[in-house]
């Protein structure tokens, strides 16, 4: 025969602790100590995080919010995505140059700038090295402001080009010309491209040679041409450095 005894509270022997009985459960007042512990944990807050311990479970952290960038360690091997305020840089293969004309790049999507790195590059003729730009596919031959210009301890001197940026001074079949080549726009929407470059040669260190101007395209820029205004690049590298922030 079945029994059952009704109590709606029970207290230990030294009334320190207190269980409950409520119609919608049990209420205990005190330490509670098990073996384990079973059933929904969903309404377990306030949890101290020092008594937090294991493996945490493989759930989705896509509510996790305002987390410190002190507290995010660890390698990430995958999965990143961003929304706006990163950029990114490409650097190319080097071009050994070897009776190349002229060295084209092309299908490097939408720049914010980029530059073109120049070792030990010579020109068979003696001419001046250059840089184009284009849009459609092909170069703009004419347009250009630019000043090229060299400077050494005694003098300097420099000119005008309309034609491409063209250097000034390193018309010289044993010329060997090092250096960078930066070209940069400010506004995204805009088609006008700023050129600096800093170039130094192997046979007259005393010399400084420099170009800076810029030249106004009629559409995105899709095609850079790095090239002499005449013969061809015997020898050296080239390598250009793509950027998008």
Known sequence: MASEIRVNKIENRSGLGTVTFADTGVDLAGIVTATTFSGSGASLTNLPAANVTGTLPAISGANLTNIPAANIVGVCTSGLTKTGGFGSRTISSSTTLSSQSEVD????????????????????????????????????????????????????????????????????????????????????????????????????????????????????????????????LDSGNLRLVTYTD
Do not use: P
């Open 105 to 232: 790049y092309t299908g490097f999507g939408t720049l914010t700038r980029f530059e073109i790195h120049m070792n030990a590059v010579s020109c068979s003729a003696g001419a001046e090295l250059g840089v184009r730009l284009g849009t459609g596919g092909s170069v703009d031959t004419s347009g250009y402001l630019c000043q090229s210009a060299y400077v050494r301890s005694s003098d300097n001197n420099g000119e005008h080009q309309s034609a491409g940026f063209y250097t000034h001074g390193l018309a010289s079949a044993s010329y060997s010309s090092n250096g960078v080549i930066r070209c940069w726009r400010v506004d995204a929407t805009q088609h006008k491209w700023y050129l600096l470059a800093d170039i130094y040669e192997y046979g007259s260190d005393n010399h400084w040679y420099y170009m800076k101007g810029y030249r106004t395209l009629s559409g995105e820029l899709d095609i850079i041409r790095f090239t002499c205004e005449s013969g061809v």
